[in-house]
T-cell receptor
Framework: GENVEQHPSTLSVQEGDSAVIKCTYS??????FPWYKQELGKRPQLIID?????GEKKDQRIAVTLNKTAKHFSLHITETQPEDSAVYFC??????????FGDGTTLTVKP | GAVVSQHPSWVICKSGTSVKIECRSL??????MFWYRQFPKQSLMLMAT?????????EQGVEKDKFLINHASLTLSTLTVTSAHPEDSSFYIC?????????????FGPGTRLTVL
């Protein structure tokens, strides 16, 4: 089955700095790669996603890159703010919709 | 995005009792629903995939006789934790995807926190 590895497990940055989280996946059949932000006790919220026919996608301060050949994808957050502090999960999904999640990254943005 | 509700949001029960959790897609038809379990400070672990009108597909290590899943309609799936024990205490989250959502994007419910005493 699919295996998704996510790094780092914790990340602390100063407000205004950039944060990068990286994931690798194993199943070449995966074609959809969402990123979720989860605050304590709440549901995961989709923040950005990318499909396998695209190499990069950007939405304001958030961007995601995908390297299909190497089977890795990354989340980039620029100009971080304290409210960006949360746990971030990457996931790899097949056409059937089944997702495998990474272990999560706890991001702390210090004011 | 599409809206998925989950009920109850939290439940406390005694060891040995059964608990039913409902997951509803409110504004689209969910051909597939997924049930996850999340322990504190851990990732979401897929328990089973539920397709409307057919038996659920369980992930390895998940007891299908303990976690009963029913997906009787395109808008409702239920997870019943039978004979619950303290080690079943966890955050249970459902998600839904479907033909009218248009993609294989999943829409998550708000989760149910189960505490077994």
């Amino acid at each position: 089955g699919e295996n998704v590895e996510q790094h780092p497990s914790t990340l602390s940055v100063q407000e205004g700095d950039s944060a990068v989280i990286k994931c690798t996946y194993s199943d070449s059949a995966s074609n959809y790669f969402p990123w979720y932000k989860q605050e304590l006790g709440k549901r995961p919220q989709l923040i950005i996603d990318i499909r396998s026919n695209v190499g990069e996608k950007k939405d304001q301060r958030i961007a995601v890159t995908l390297n299909k050949t190497a089977k890795h994808f990354s989340l980039h957050i620029t100009e971080t703010q304290p409210e960006d502090s949360a746990v971030y999960f990457c996931a790899a999904s097949t056409q059937a919709g089944k997702s495998t999640f990474g272990d999560g990254t706890t991001l702390t943005v210090k004011p | 995005g599409a809206v998925v509700s989950q009920h109850p949001s939290w439940v406390i029960c005694k060891s040995g009792t059964s608990v039913k959790i409902e997951c509803r897609s409110l504004d689209f038809q969910a051909t597939t629903m997924f049930w996850y379990r999340q322990f504190p400070k851990q990732s979401l672990m897929l328990m089973a995939t539920s397709n409307e009108g057919s038996k659920a597909t369980y992930e390895q290590g998940v007891e299908k006789d303990k976690f009963l899943i029913n997906h009787a309609s395109l808008t409702l799936s239920t997870l019943t934790v039978t004979s619950a024990h303290p080690e079943d205490s966890s955050f249970y989250i459902c998600s839904a995807s479907g033909r009218t959502s248009g993609t294989n994007e999943q829409f998550f419910g708000p989760g149910t926190r189960l505490t077994v005493l």
